[in-house]
């Protein structure tokens, strides 16, 4: 049974430096959280004081139920005591053991039966593709392979809290995405609460059933991982989520006949019902633009600057003055550099924002 974990009001500073600022969250049991955030936003900071690995400054944590610290009351329960399991970002392996002694490690230290742990080591192995490597030692191993043994070690020990930092980063593309899918079955047949760090947007998005976006120190946001991609709650979180990033705007927002319209130098974009007025930054992604080959009524003539075709998906960055837009395109469309072609913006997926604050001023519905 996986356990919630409550954090209030935690700060870690190094010196000067204010690695998490004031961070208050609550994960429910069974959550696969992800952190996500730019490096040094203080991903790792936060999981090595979930860990008890660090000791805050300021603030709070329980895990379920219990509390593991308080700088009040001055109380850090040790690492060994906390029911966690974690995966480091540079996974530590004990060089002079041999994979199975590896995973096997924890089990041992819980006092399981030898023939048990020998079940739960070999079945982990086969859960992660890693059946006959048990004899190795961790410098016989690629670096993909070391990682594989550091999350095995993990889930052998069943802890009711997984901390997971970057476990994939070694892997290459595709074992990266075979490991997705296993960490996932894993995560839910365990019944486990995990809390993963990445700063890979798109293993977040596939991951996730919460995210949580960082910036130095702080909390950005936290949604389950469409709301995050369809309403960003600021223009960090917007340019973050999303692969080709989302194009923003900066323009004049007005009304004219009851109709909302966003001025951009030269051209105008139909806007939402009751859209804010005045100077801000529309945000639309590349999908929600459609491109034609012909005029379109309200479209907007463009150029191609450029245009990226990967097989099944055709990227076209557009440009108008000093304006650029990616835009998706299908890939049966034949552009060619230069041309002309005239993007649709849909009004009922673009959310705007505020140019100063970064905030969201108006979502689409
Ligand atoms: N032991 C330390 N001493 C001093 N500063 C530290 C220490 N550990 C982390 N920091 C600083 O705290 C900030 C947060 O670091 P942290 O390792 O949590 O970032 P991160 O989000 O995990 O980044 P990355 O994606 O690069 O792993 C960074 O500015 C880092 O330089
Ligand atoms: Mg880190």
Redo the contacts with the bound molecule.
């Keep these: 049974m996986g356990a919630a974990i409550e954090v209030r009001n935690l700060t870690k500073r190094?010196?000067k430096?204010t690695?998490l600022d004031g961070v208050s969250l609550d994960i429910d049991a069974n959550e696969f959280l992800v952190l996500l955030?730019?490096?040094?936003?203080?991903?790792?900071?936060?999981l090595r004081c979930l860990a008890g690995l660090e000791t805050p400054d300021e603030g709070e944590i329980r895990i379920a139920g219990d509390v593991v610290f308080s700088a009040e009351r001055g109380l850090s329960m040790p690492p060994g005591k906390r029911q966690i399991g974690m995966v480091f970002?540079s996974y530590a392996l004990w060089p002079h053991m041999t994979v199975f002694d590896n995973i096997g490690f924890g089990l041992g230290i819980q006092k399981l039966p030898r023939d048990q742990i020998r079940t739960r080591v070999d079945n982990v192995l086969r859960d992660l593709a890693m059946e006959g490597l048990g004899e190795r030692y961790p410098s016989e191993l690629s670096g993909g392979q070391q990682q594989r043994v550091a999350v095995a070690r993990l889930l052998a020990t069943k802890p009711p809290v997984f901390l997971m930092d970057?476990p994939l980063s070694n892997l290459d593309a595709r074992l990266r995405m075979d490991m997705r899918t296993e960490l996932k079955r894993l995560h839910i047949d365990s019944d486990a609460t995990t809390v993963f760090?990445t700063?890979d947007q798109g293993e977040a998005m596939t991951l996730a059933s919460l995210i949580v976006v960082?910036n130095k120190?702080q909390i950005e946001q936290q949604a389950a991982p469409l709301d995050l991609y369809r309403q960003p709650a600021s223009l960090f979180v917007a340019d973050f989520i999303g692969m080709p990033r989302i194009n923003l705007v900066s323009a004049e927002s007005v009304q004219e006949n009851g109709r909302g319209w966003a001025n951009v130098d030269d051209f105008r974009i139909p806007l939402f019902n009751d859209a804010p007025q005045g100077r801000l930054t529309i945000a639309a992604r590349p999908e929600d633009i459609t491109l034609s080959l012909e005029p379109q009524p309200d479209a907007v003539e463009f150029k191609v600057y450029g245009a990226l075709s990967s097989g099944p998906e055709l990227m076209v960055q557009a440009l108008r003055g000093s304006t650029m837009i990616t835009v998706r395109g299908s890939p049966q469309q034949d552009v060619k550099m230069d041309q002309p072609i005239w993007l649709t913006f849909d009004p009922s997926a673009m959310n705007l924002y505020d140019e100063s604050s970064g905030k969201l001023l108006g979502a689409h519905q």
């Design positions: 190094y010196g430096m690695a955030g730019p490096s040094g936003c203080g991903k790792t900071t936060l970002q970057e760090v700063h960082m120190g």
